[in-house]
């Protein structure tokens, strides 16, 4: 039997790293799940935790807002197994303290949105029959959504291409550089822009791969892995601890979408919060929370 092959980005830490865990522990010795990190000391600290937990993840070196790095994890993976069984595309960052608008919403985009696309664009070519790609977006989507304009909300709702949404990201980048992005009707959040972003990205990937004869029973969807106690969120932790989950909490959405069965064909290119579809560009959901 070939060994299922399983890339989980940015996963040193947090949900990432319980992703990894979850992995590991699913797959056992019928698995190579590879831990990446853009940092080696950090991922392989990450990995020797694992390991004296009994694991056995692999590492590789992986930076989302580098191409070439992609590329690299990309040919080593097809040399040494031939393709891909499961991407998630976990990686991201939020900004602490209050830096410029402009330079958090170059950021934002670039890493958590351009980072997924690029990583989907890299891998797809290498995905095997059955493989699942999975994006840790966030809830925040459609809270930015909800405040901005209804044209805006219109032009997410009608994005057609890939194209179409890094437009829209690109649009609201410029808007922070002057400094009128709000009264342009956007949200004053580059990490909720951006988070949306994801989520149209996937809307548009889903329909594509569906189109795409070369692959057979290949899921795009993203997710929100909910209100998780980590490096991210550290900072917030005094006033909401009670309501934040564990990282391993925060890891089963991911990792239900990474290992939908075979044949599924209901979920592909949505959003998902506890293991629900949110579609939140139909209608109301209604009230929105993490948790
Ligand atoms: N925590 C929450 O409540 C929550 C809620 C909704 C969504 N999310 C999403 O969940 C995902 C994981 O976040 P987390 O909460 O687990 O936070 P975290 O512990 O800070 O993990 C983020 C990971 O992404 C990595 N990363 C950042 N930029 C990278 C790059 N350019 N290349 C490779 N790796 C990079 C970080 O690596 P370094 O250690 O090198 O910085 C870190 O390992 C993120 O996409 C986040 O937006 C989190």
Same mark, same amino acid.
């Given at each position: 039997?070939?060994?299922?092959?399983?890339?989980? +980005?940015?996963?040193?830490?947090?949900? &990432?790293? #319980?992703?990894?865990?979850? $992995?590991?522990?699913?797959?056992? /010795?019928?698995?190579?799940?590879?831990?990446?990190?853009?940092? /080696?000391?950090?991922?392989?600290? !990450?990995?020797?935790?694992?390991?004296?937990?009994? =694991?056995?993840?692999?590492?590789?070196?992986?930076?989302?807002?580098?191409?070439?790095?992609?590329?690299?994890?990309?040919?080593?993976?097809?040399?040494?197994?031939? &393709?891909?069984?499961?991407?998630?595309?976990?990686?991201?960052?939020?900004?602490?303290?209050?830096?410029?608008?402009? /330079?958090?919403? !170059?950021?934002?985009?670039?890493?958590?949105? *351009?980072?997924?696309? =690029?990583?989907?664009?890299?891998?797809?070519?290498?995905?095997?029959? &059955?493989?699942?790609?999975? *994006?840790?977006?966030?809830?925040?989507?459609?809270? +930015?959504?909800?405040?901005?304009?209804?044209?805006?909300?219109?032009?997410?709702?009608?994005?057609?291409?890939?194209? %179409?949404?890094?437009?829209?990201?690109?649009? $609201?980048?410029?808007?922070?550089?002057?400094?009128?992005?709000?009264?342009?009707?956007?949200? %004053?959040?580059?990490?909720?822009?951006?988070?949306? &972003?994801?989520?149209?990205?996937?809307?548009?990937?889903?329909?594509?791969?569906?189109?795409?004869?070369?692959?057979?029973?290949?899921?795009?969807?993203?997710?929100?892995?909910?209100?998780? #106690?980590?490096?991210?969120?550290?900072? *917030?932790?005094?006033?909401?601890?009670?309501?934040?989950?564990?990282?391993?909490?925060? !890891?089963?959405?991911?990792?239900? =979408?990474?290992?939908?069965?075979?044949?599924?064909?209901?979920?592909?290119?949505?959003?998902?919060?506890?293991?629900?579809?949110? %579609? $939140?560009?139909?209608?109301?959901?209604?009230?929105?929370? $993490?948790?």
């Amino acid at each position: 039997m070939s060994l299922k092959v399983a890339v989980v +980005t940015g996963s040193n830490s947090g949900v &990432g790293l #319980a992703i990894v865990r979850a $992995f590991c522990k699913h797959f056992g /010795e019928n698995g190579a799940v590879y831990l990446t990190a853009r940092n /080696e000391e950090r991922g392989m600290q !990450a990995v020797e935790g694992l390991k004296k937990e009994g =694991l056995n993840p692999r590492f590789h070196l992986l930076d989302v807002d580098d191409v070439s790095s992609m590329e690299k994890l990309r040919d080593d993976i097809k040399t040494e197994h031939g &393709g891909l069984d499961i991407l998630v595309n976990n990686a991201g960052i939020a900004y602490k303290g209050n830096p410029p608008m402009s /330079e958090q919403a !170059a950021g934002s985009v670039k890493t958590n949105y *351009h980072g997924v696309r =690029l990583m989907t664009d890299t891998f797809l070519p290498i995905i095997r029959d &059955g493989g699942r790609i999975t *994006h840790v977006a966030s809830m925040v989507a459609p809270m +930015t959504y909800n405040k901005m304009s209804k044209e805006l909300q219109q032009r997410f709702k009608q994005v057609s291409s890939v194209q %179409d949404v890094t437009n829209l990201m690109n649009e $609201f980048i410029e808007a922070t550089k002057t400094g009128d992005h709000v009264k342009k009707g956007w949200a %004053d959040w580059a990490y909720g822009t951006s988070k949306l &972003g994801v989520v149209a990205l996937t809307k548009i990937q889903g329909e594509n791969i569906i189109k795409d004869s070369s692959k057979k029973d290949v899921l795009i969807n993203c997710c929100c892995p909910g209100y998780v #106690a980590t490096g991210m969120t550290a900072h *917030h932790k005094g006033d909401h601890s009670k309501t934040m989950i564990t990282p391993d909490q925060g !890891a089963d959405t991911p990792v239900y =979408l990474s290992l939908l069965p075979a044949g599924t064909t209901n979920i592909q290119g949505k959003l998902l919060s506890k293991r629900q579809v949110k %579609d $939140f560009f139909a209608g109301d959901i209604g009230p929105i929370t $993490f948790n």
